[in-house]
């Protein structure tokens, strides 16, 4: 058993390493071995075995409650914590009280605070835009804060009640327009974390020499926790990047002093330069904008509840939920997991009809992420070829003009033919 681990702030992979897996619930039983096959065959045809992947299967889930009677074991949770990179299939949401999510208390575990979803289209794939293939965006959804962080208290509730007191009679809340009938919900947002995401999203776009970050938020509303977002994540890229980046609010401030055709003149030096721009859109202007000029965004940085919105919204114009990769991932200290975005799906089980794109394209991931780009560029490739000739399964192959809707097993057959 090899495990990456990190030197002096970098991964370092060995050849043969260890990474452990949750197979997943419904659907999930059919997409992972179908995914291990052709990301085993896509390594050894990029590096003639010098590399491999040693997968180690661990549970959570339904499989590990009917196994051992818990949804996840602490085991599953150190092996993540000690292998630094692992794989799932989709986990179904245990009914009742204990723990809310399995994802969430994953990420909050490993303090996976990016949650990074890459959104391309596919020649071939069916879109609802006309032209999808100007679509190219890597969202980086903030994934520890904001009004995920399950600070609520329902209405009715003694709980409700104190806290109301407590902003009415403390903080002078007079705002609340039926007190006695309201939930309450915190939203909590700072600067760290608004740092490391920004970061995060600054780094890999000057790593995949992208043109622009821009800030996502409703700051227009929610001034200190969104617009700090916003101003915070400014800050960030001004002090940290000064040299390589350019942010929309230098340009609005030598708009202010020296006047708009300095700040042109400023702006179209930077892009000469190769420098990166930084900047922002409201959340609701961005939804808009993604369909109409999609072309004009390329790494997106935003809060957690604005990231669940897009990354639906930007994954349903690329072919939708079967094919929308996605990860977790601590920059800091390595942990990754790589995900299916999709559900269980327990209405196409067993049918043997499920698309294991969602969590292919989140194996290609994880490969770029160990370093190991031969191997992802091989199932990519195949997957450009499969698409272009009308081949996918049926949740694709339904709307391609003479489409062939292949199982998941057939489809899995088709790649490693084409690898
Ligand atoms: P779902 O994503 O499982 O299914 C929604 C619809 O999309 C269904 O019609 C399904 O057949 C279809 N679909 C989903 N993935 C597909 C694929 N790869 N190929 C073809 N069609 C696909 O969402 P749901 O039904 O709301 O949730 C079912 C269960 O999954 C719930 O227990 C839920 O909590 C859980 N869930 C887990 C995750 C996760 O683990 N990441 C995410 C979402 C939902």
Redesign the pocket.
């Known amino acids: 058993m090899s495990k990456a681990y990190m030197k002096e702030g970098r991964l370092v992979v060995p050849d043969c390493v260890t990474v452990p897996f949750i197979e997943?619930d419904?659907?999930g039983a059919e997409?992972t071995p179908v995914c291990q096959q052709i990301v085993n065959k896509a390594v050894s045809i990029a590096y003639k075995g010098k590399r491999s992947i040693e997968w180690m299967e661990v549970f959570a889930g339904e499989k590990s409650y009917q196994k051992n009677g818990e949804w996840l074991p602490e085991e599953t949770m150190k092996a993540f914590l000690e292998y630094l990179i692992g794989i799932k299939g989709?986990?179904?949401?245990p009914v009742g009280g204990g723990i809310r999510s399995?994802?969430v208390a994953l990420r909050q575990t490993l303090d996976l605070y990016v949650c990074l979803r890459p959104v391309r289209w596919f020649k071939g794939i069916v879109s609802p835009l006309k032209e999808p293939q100007k679509v190219n965006m890597h969202i980086f959804r903030e994934n520890t804060e904001d009004i995920y962080a399950g600070i609520e208290w329902e209405q009715g509730t003694p709980e409700a009640e104190k806290f109301y007191a407590f902003l009415h009679d403390k903080m002078g809340v007079k705002k609340v327009r039926f007190p006695k009938t309201s939930s309450f919900g915190v939203k909590p947002v700072s600067v760290e974390g608004t740092h490391r995401l920004v970061r995060a999203a600054i780094l890999y776009a000057l790593q995949h020499k992208l043109p622009s970050v821009t800030l996502v938020h409703k700051g227009n509303i929610m001034k200190f926790t969104e617009g700090g977002f916003k101003r915070w994540g400014y800050d960030l890229a001004e002090t940290e990047f000064s040299d390589v980046t350019f942010t929309m609010n230098q340009y609005d401030q030598i708009k202010n002093t020296l006047g708009e055709e300095s700040a042109k003149a400023a702006l179209a030096h930077a892009v000469n330069a190769g420098k990166l721009l930084v900047k922002d859109c409201i959340a609701d202007a961005f939804l808009q904008n993604t369909l109409l000029k999609p072309e004009e965004y390329s790494v997106i940085a935003t809060l957690n509840l604005n990231g669940d919105y897009v990354s639906d919204q930007l994954a349903a114009m690329v072919g939708g939920?079967?094919i929308a990769p996605g990860a977790n991932i601590n920059y800091q200290t390595g942990h990754a997991i790589f995900?299916?975005?999709?559900?269980?799906?327990?209405?196409?089980a067993g049918k043997n009809?499920?698309?294991?794109c969602?969590l292919l394209l989140s194996s290609v991931m994880m490969l770029d992420y160990l370093g190991w780009k031969e191997a992802s560029v091989l199932i990519v490739k195949a997957l450009e070829n499969l698409f272009e000739s009308g081949k996918a399964?049926y949740?694709l192959a339904r709307f391609m003009p003479g489409g062939t809707a292949l199982g998941t097993v057939e489809f899995g057959e088709q790649v490693i033919g084409q690898l």
């Open positions: 997943g419904g659907v997409i989709p986990l179904t949401t399995l994802n939920i079967g995900e299916a975005t999709h559900g269980t799906a327990p209405d196409i009809i499920v698309n294991p969602s399964t949740d």
